[in-house]
């Protein structure tokens, strides 16, 4: 169900240097010149500072080339799928309607050949004009947008708002936040980080939802990362998840706060995998694992990674060699050592599947198995939506302990953004997780 909001003051194109003094004059208006307030009473939110970078690359990229005819707005609804494959189609690549690595680069290379006249989007550009109702009703105090453009650099242009998310009819009074969206080229954006920094209210605890992928070396991440409290990421987005895991890693060994939307899409098959190790009976013969399995849709293995990492994080296996081939199915091979000594193998595949859903990479299947005829510790984790069939055609499965994941309601990045901004404190178990993961992934380099 949505929110319904009351609006303090639509959206106004003003210049950088005005933006203060016309947040001050809105919530001035409210107070007025009576005693008695306006009924309801609208009352600054005073919960958090949020910048959000929105750069919406590919849906740019498809109105430029004359695909989207929609608003730039980030919603991967029905028109914008409609219009990937129709780029497919015109592109020669194989028609799924996902937005994967292989049609975003070809869509670079067109716009690229493109001559100056004809490289404008016309569209309607709606980022930043509202916000998920999942994020709004946690009553932030501000809200930063950053939108890159692709036009010419003619500097930044600002545009103020404010609105009142009525949450419940119990009382009269509002909690507003406000509405900042700075628009402009990723290099005039980039001239104006320390003036994005000064907007967060200093008060408050910031956060950074970076909708791309992180770039340390990037001047306007850099400002970021020094000013927030938590800069969030999603890498179900990563065309090489690897090489982002690797510059994530990096910034929490420097002590930076970073969460991954995407660690919280399985944590129903971490809890699974866990619950399948409560039985005493089970519970010692843990350490007998020796073969991992792990299927996931193919096209990003940062789940099947993440779930490999935190599996070793807590059974304290060492990876000590890493292979991959890519053909039908995308292989990873990784091999590890326990505490014991024990060889443990696990295999990462990535499965093509017929009709994917949006998230790239999700997770299908899990098998943990062991070479000890007396260890009770063979388990199959399945999801309830595609089954596992690769994992019990592989045999062992009528002596295995099986377990469906349920699909969850909602993995959109809006509504595990409403979850994380509910947590306050570091993750431990993820950034041990993440750990073990660049260790895998050096070897990779190796």
């Known amino acids: 169900m949505s929110t319904s909001f009351v609006t303090l003051q639509k959206p106004k194109d003003i210049s950088v240097n005005e933006i203060e003094a016309e947040l001050a004059q809105i919530w001035q208006s409210q107070i007025g010149d009576n005693a008695t307030p306006v009924t309801p009473t609208a009352t600054r939110a005073a919960t958090f500072s949020m910048v959000i970078y929105e750069p919406e690359e590919f849906q740019q990229l498809l109105a430029i080339l004359g695909f989207y005819k929609g608003a730039i707005e980030g919603v991967n609804g029905s028109q914008m799928k409609e219009a990937v494959k129709a780029a497919q189609a015109a592109y020669g690549l194989t028609i799924t309607g996902r937005v994967d690595p292989a049609t975003l680069n070809k869509l670079r290379e067109e716009y690229a050949k493109l001559p100056p006249e004809q490289a404008k989007m016309t569209n309607e ?17 501000r809200i930063i947008t950053l939108t890159p453009t692709f036009e010419e650099d003619q500097g930044v242009t600002a545009q103020v708002s404010a609105y009142c998310p009525i949450l419940k009819k119990t009382s009269n009074n509002l909690m507003c936040c406000e509405y900042i969206t700075l628009k402009g080229t990723k290099a005039a954006l980039n001239r104006v980080g320390d003036t994005v920094a000064a907007l967060m209210v200093p008060e408050l605890p910031k956060f950074v939802w970076w909708k791309a992928t992180p770039n340390p070396e990037h001047e306007l991440f850099k400002k970021m990362v020094d000013c927030c409290r938590c800069i969030i990421l999603d890498s179900s987005y990563y065309s090489d998840p690897e090489g982002e895991f690797l510059k994530m890693v990096e910034l929490i060994e420097a002590e930076t706060y970073v969460a991954d939307l995407n660690w919280h899409r399985f944590s129903a098959w971490q809890e699974l995998t866990a619950a399948s190790f409560d039985p005493p ?14 299927d996931y849709e193919k096209g990003n293995p940062a789940q099947a990674l993440m779930f490999l990492g935190w599996l070793a994080s807590r059974l304290e296996w060492q990876p000590v060699s890493y292979s991959e081939t890519h053909d039908l199915y995308d292989l990873i091979h990784i091999e590890l ?10 295999e990462l595949a990535g499965v093509p599947i017929g009709d994917p859903g949006e998230i790239i990479g999700d997770l299908i299947g899990i098998s943990l198995t062991t070479s000890n005829p007396k260890a009770d510790c063979n388990t199959i984790i399945c999801s309830e939506t595609t089954g596992c069939m690769r994992m019990e055609a592989k045999g062992g499965a009528q002596i295995a302990k099986t377990e469906q994941v349920t699909a969850t309601a909602d993995q959109k990045a809006e509504f595990l ?5 509910q947590r306050w404190g570091r993750d431990v178990l993820y950034e041990e997780s993440m750990a073990l993961v660049a260790q895998m992934l050096k070897l990779r380099q190796a």
């Open 281 to 294: 009976e089970r519970r010692e013969y843990i350490q007998d694992i020796d073969q991992v399995t792990i």
């Open 417 to 421: 953004m409403s979850q994380q901004l």
């Open 337 to 346: 050592k326990g505490p014991n000594q024990q060889t443990i193998k696990a």
């Open 125 to 141: 550009d709606h980022r930043g004009s509202s916000v998920a109702d999942a994020i709004s009703t946690q009553n932030p105090c």
